[in-house]
């Protein structure tokens, strides 16, 4: 299993930072070496290899260990290579007392080197799939706007089960939170600071509307419940507003995450908010991602599912806020278990880790889940 931390160190050291978080033309941006080097490793090893163009320079890397006769069923493990960004320092991995550290160990390119190790093993002892077509496939920008996978799902792609990769600590997650990013502003009337009463001060508008919103708004969210999920939530994360100390600000916006659960329609969610900005002078609302980021929900009962979990002797149902590409692809009607190494709380930290076993661990289960496919 040394091969599968190797794999996961030249990774952390090929930058992949995601475009949208930094200003145009930054290098060390897009997901393209990670690509090149992970199709130069599936080809070597006789994987049937595509590259899915999704932004100039940003494609989906899919490759597929093809089925001797017939094709029966479909097994899709669904990584992605973007990351957040990263300090010169974090391109750098190191390990030591048993963990590896670098940007992107746990979230995801640790899910990628255990997902391909999986699937090169395979490939190595079978030559190839018996009835099942196994499918490594690697999203770009999951972390922005999950335009990979949105692109994948938009082609007509099928499969009978997607396992996304996403730091579980090596539980299959069968339900997650869906994701609204909302934006509020409220408008005022500029003046002279030593004349405030000659202006409307728009950060004072907002108050009211943050309040409400951590106050009354998230009580009522408490209330709503999903029997795994728990509840719906709400959070301010940034406010901006006014330009100096002596002048009364004309402008202020508010950036909203809005968990919702399943059963949640985001129409309905916005028009609640709507509903209560109507009562507050000059303010309003935009959806600030553009994309819509649902809840998923898996039905246990499905067989393909049932088998993974019986690989891992998991009985019960495991649920997480974050989101993820498997809501995306459910959408599009591919059953999705959200499974890899590593912990969500360590993802985007400044000294991001991976623990070694839970590395290898990922890639074992993997394989033997893969093996056992007819």
């Not at 941006?29 to 080097?37: I, K, M, P, Q, S």
């Not at 992605?80 to 007392?97: C, S």
């Not at 496939?137 to 999951?142: G, K």
């Not at 600030?288 to 891992?312: A, D, H, I, S, W």
């Amino acid at each position: 299993m040394a091969d599968v931390g190797k794999l996961l160190m030249e990774l952390i050291a090929l930058p992949s930072v995601n475009p949208a978080f930094v200003p145009a033309g930054t290098n060390g941006t897009g997901e393209r070496l990670v690509a090149d080097y992970l199709t130069a490793l599936a080809g070597k090893s006789g994987l049937s290899v595509e590259l899915q163009e999704v932004f100039p320079g940003r494609s989906n890397l899919i490759a597929r260990l093809e089925a001797r006769g017939k094709t029966k069923r479909r097994v899709m493990l669904a990584p992605h290579m973007d990351t957040v960004v990263a300090r010169p320092e974090q391109l750098k991995p190191v390990k030591k007392g048993g963990r590896i550290y670098g940007r992107g160990a746990c979230d995801t390119k640790g899910s990628v080197a255990a997902m391909l190790t999986a699937v090169l093993e395979v490939a190595k002892k079978r030559g190839a799939a018996h009835e099942t077509e196994i499918i490594f496939c690697a999203f770009v920008d999951e972390e922005d706007g999950q335009n990979g996978s949105r692109t994948l799902a938009r082609s007509g792609f099928k499969a009978d089960l997607a396992i996304v990769g996403e730091p579980t600590k090596l539980k299959a997650v069968t339900a997650h939170k869906g994701d609204l990013w909302l934006k509020i502003e409220t408008r005022g009337k500029a003046a002279h600071g030593s004349k405030p009463e000659l202006g409307k001060n728009a950060v004072r508008a907002m108050c009211p509307i943050v309040e409400w919103l951590e106050g009354p708004y998230a009580r009522s969210l408490r209330k709503r419940k999903h029997w795994l999920l728990g509840s719906p939530t709400i959070s301010v994360g940034a406010i901006r507003g006014g330009t100096q100390a002596n002048v009364v600000p004309d402008r202020c916006e508010i950036i909203i995450d809005r968990r919702t659960i399943p059963g949640e329609r985001e129409a309905a969610v916005v028009g609640e908010l709507k509903r209560f900005l109507k009562t507050q002078e000059n303010a309003r609302m935009v959806n600030y991602k553009t994309n819509p980021c649902l809840p998923m929900e898996t039905n246990l009962k499905l067989p393909l599912v049932r088998e993974f979990m019986g690989q891992l002797g998991q009985k019960e149902a495991e649920g997480v806020d974050f989101f993820c590409d498997s809501a995306v692809l459910s959408a599009a009607g591919i059953p999705c278990v959200v499974f890899g190494p590593g912990d969500i709380a360590q993802a985007h930290t400044i000294d991001e880790w991976i623990a070694v076993t839970q590395l290898e661990r990922a890639t074992t289960i993997l394989e033997r889940f893969l093996l056992s496919l007819p």
